[in-house]
C-alpha cells in the first residue's frame, strides 16, 4: 500500500484524468496582505466580542434567560397570588411568558387612575411586592431574541430550498420585528433571497437602504459579494 | 498553556488557507472562509482538547465552514464558474484555442472535484496536486496512513466516475 505515488508521476492514470490533473494548480500560500487583514479584523472582533459572536451566542443567552425567567416566575407565582393587587390577573397567565409577569404593573396604574393621583399609585405600587417584579423583568428582550433568532433559523433553511418562502419568511419578520436585532442579518438574507428569485433590481434597492441604516457594517463585504461588485477593498 | 488566537492566528493561518482552497472554496469566498473558521475557534477555543493536535481541529472547523460554502455555492452556481478560468501564468491571448482547451480541462477538473466528499477531497488534493507525501497527510490530520491511502483510493474511484460521466455525453455527440 505504501508504494502508491501520485498519479501523474506513476504515470498509471487513465490518460484523460492525467491531462485535467496536468492543468491543476496548487494550492497557493497565504498573501501577506490578506493575512494582516485577517488578524487585524480577528482582533477587532476579540476586543468586541458582541459584535464578532452575537449571532453564535444570542440563542444560548436567550434560551438561558427565558428559561431564568420561567424559573422564576413558577418560584415567585405562588407569592404574587397572595400579595398582588389583583392576584387573579397574573395567575391565568402562563408561567414561561413575560406578558404575564407584566400584567402587574398595569394593575398598580389602573389602582392609581382610579383614585386620580399619584399618591394612590405610589401607595399600590409600593403595596405590589419588589422581589418579583425585579427577578419578572429582563425576559421580555430575550423574548422577543429567540423568536428572531428563530424567524432567521427558518428563513434560512428556507434559503436553501425555496427562496420565495424564505423571502416570505424575511417579510413577516420585518413586519414583526421592524426595528429587531437581528433586521441587517434579515436584510442580508433577503437580498440573497431576491437575488436567488432573480429579482436584482429590488435586490440592489434593498442593499442600498440596509447601508443607509448601518454604513460600513460587519455585512458590508458580503452585501457587496452577493451583488458581484467586486473584491472588497483593503480596509 | 494558554492558548491565544492571535497567535493561532500567526500559526495557522496558512494551513487553514490551504485547506480551505484543498477544500474547494472558491478563491473568492476564501478570505470571508479563513475569518469564519477563526470566529468559531474564537468561540471554541475553551473547548479545545489539549491532547489533540490543532492543526487536525483546525482542519475540522475547516471541513464545516467548506461545507457551509458548497452548500451556498450550490444555489449560487455564477460564483464557481468564475475559478475555472483565471490563472495568472498564462496569456489567453497568445494562443487562443489553446487556451480554450485548458480552461475546458479545468473546469472538468473542478466539475470532478466537486463531486468528492469533502475529507476525501482533501486527502485527493493534498496527495495528486500539492504532492504532499501520505505520510505527511497523516500526520497534518491526525489520521493513520492506511486511512490516507483508503480516502485516496476512494477518491481516485469517485474522480474517475465524475469525468467519466462529464466525457459521456460528448462521446454520444451531445454538448455539455
Given at each position: 500500500m505504501t508504494d502508491i505515488r501520485p498519479w501523474l508521476e506513476a504515470g498509471d492514470a487513465p490518460a484523460p484524468l492525467r491531462d485535467l490533473l496536468r492543468e491543476a494548480q496548487a494550492s497557493q500560500p497565504l498573501d501577506a496582505r490578506i493575512r494582516a487583514r485577517s488578524r487585524r479584523r480577528l482582533l477587532a472582533m476579540s476586543a468586541l466580542p458582541a459584535a464578532a459572536g452575537v449571532l453564535f451566542w444570542i440563542k444560548n443567552i436567550a434560551l438561558g434567560a427565558v428559561l431564568g425567567s420561567a424559573v422564576s416566575v413558577v418560584i415567585y407565582a405562588p407569592s404574587l397570588r397572595h400579595s398582588?393587587?389583583?392576584?387573579d390577573v397574573t395567575a391565568r397567565?402562563?408561567?414561561?411568558?413575560t406578558t404575564g409577569v407584566h400584567r402587574r404593573f398595569p394593575v398598580a396604574r389602573d389602582a392609581g387612575a382610579d383614585d386620580g393621583g399619584t399618591l394612590a399609585a405610589t401607595i399600590s405600587s409600593a403595596a405590589a411586592p419588589m422581589r418579583p417584579s425585579t427577578a419578572a423583568l429582563p425576559p421580555a428582550e430575550p423574548s422577543q431574541l429567540v423568536r428572531e433568532t428563530q424567524f432567521l433559523e427558518k428563513a434560512r433553511t428556507l434559503l436553501g430550498q425555496d427562496a420565495q418562502l424564505a423571502l416570505r419568511s424575511l417579510d413577516a419578520h420585518r413586519r414583526e420585528f421592524?426595528?429587531?436585532?437581528l433586521k441587517l442579518e434579515r436584510e442580508l438574507m433577503a437580498v440573497d433571497a431576491l437575488l436567488k428569485l432573480g429579482r436584482r433590481q429590488e435586490a440592489q434597492l434593498r442593499a442600498s437602504q440596509m447601508r443607509e441604516q448601518a454604513p460600513g457594517s460587519i455585512y458590508e463585504k458580503r452585501l457587496s459579494r452577493l451583488l458581484g461588485e467586486g473584491p472588497a477593498q483593503e480596509q | 498553556m494558554t492558548l491565544d488566537v492571535g497567535q493561532l492566528h500567526d500559526q495557522y493561518a496558512d494551513f487553514v488557507w490551504r485547506s480551505l482552497q484543498r477544500l474547494g472554496v472558491p478563491k473568492g469566498n476564501l478570505e470571508d472562509a479563513l475569518q469564519d473558521v477563526f470566529i468559531v475557534v474564537q468561540r471554541r477555543l475553551g473547548s479545545?482538547?489539549?491532547?489533540?493536535k490543532m492543526s487536525t481541529w483546525l482542519f475540522g472547523i475547516c471541513l464545516r465552514v467548506a461545507a457551509a460554502h458548497r452548500r451556498r455555492a450550490y444555489h449560487r452556481r455564477e460564483e464557481q464558474v468564475s475559478e475555472y478560468g483565471d490563472r495568472?501564468?498564462?496569456?489567453?491571448?497568445?494562443n487562443p484555442e489553446q487556451a480554450a482547451i485548458r480552461q475546458e480541462a479545468r473546469r472538468r477538473l473542478q466539475l470532478g472535484l466537486e463531486a468528492l466528499e469533502l475529507d476525501r477531497r482533501a486527502v485527493f488534493v493534498m496527495f495528486?496536486?500539492?504532492?504532499?507525501?501520505a505520510t505527511a497527510i497523516a500526520e497534518m490530520l491526525d489520521i493513520p496512513v492506511g486511512t490516507v491511502y483508503s480516502r485516496l483510493h476512494r477518491a481516485r474511484a469517485d474522480f474517475n466516475e465524475a469525468i467519466a460521466r462529464l466525457e459521456r455525453p460528448l462521446k454520444m455527440g451531445g454538448t455539455q
Open positions: 398582588a393587587v389583583k392576584p397567565q402562563p408561567a414561561a411568558r421592524p426595528h429587531g436585532a | 479545545f482538547e489539549p491532547t489533540a495568472p501564468d498564462e496569456n489567453p491571448l497568445a495528486e496536486i500539492d504532492r504532499i507525501p
